[in-house]
């Protein structure tokens, strides 16, 4: 049960992302034809290519991209023996997620004061466009309290 809805997620996640993904793809090829092809340029296709590039990278990035596939700076992490590591491990993965999870009221406050403004030309309120970070924070956190788990259990070699 457990892995289906794991699996159901992961399809809604993708789905997401894939929409977003095709929806700022439409807005820049809409641009291009106004523009070099009618000579007409429409400015709300870059407006729109921003807000779905913004879902893109936080959505894709919190929930779809696992850490093994993250970009990091490890050349000092790989210096250390697997025990040592582990502990590293820990300690860095709990600063990560102790720090998003502080910043978490911030983000929320200022995401709902941004609800009162709304973008120039599509006038879609800005919480909207902004709250994918919200969910990128969360993703954060959850994914490192999780990760933490998994460095303390008895399989912790994997999840180096």
């Known amino acids: 049960m457990l892995a289906q809805l794991r699996n159901l997620w992961t399809q809604v996640a993708e789905g997401v992302a894939a929409v977003s993904f095709a929806v700022m793809f439409f807005a820049f090829i809409v641009q291009v034809a106004s523009r070099y092809i009618f000579n007409a340029p429409v400015a709300w ?8 590039y913004v879902w ?10 696992p850490e093994r596939q993250q970009i990091v700076f490890d050349v000092i992490y790989n210096w250390f023996k697997p025990g040592p590591r582990r502990w ?8 990560l997620g102790l720090a998003f999870l502080a910043a978490l009221p911030g983000v929320f406050d200022y995401i709902l004061f941004l609800g009162k403004r709304s973008t120039m030309l599509l006038h879609v ?3 909207l466009v902004y709250s994918c970070f919200a969910i990128f924070l969360i993703a954060v956190v959850v994914g490192a309290a999780v990760r933490i788990r998994r460095l303390l259990s008895a399989e912790w070699h994997k999840s180096l």
């Open 45 to 52: 296709t870059l407006e729109l290519c921003a807000i779905a």
């Open 56 to 65: 893109v990278v936080f959505w894709s990035c919190g929930i779809l991209v």
């Open 88 to 95: 590293l491990a820990i300690f860095n993965t709990a600063c």
């Open 125 to 127: 309120r800005m919480d």
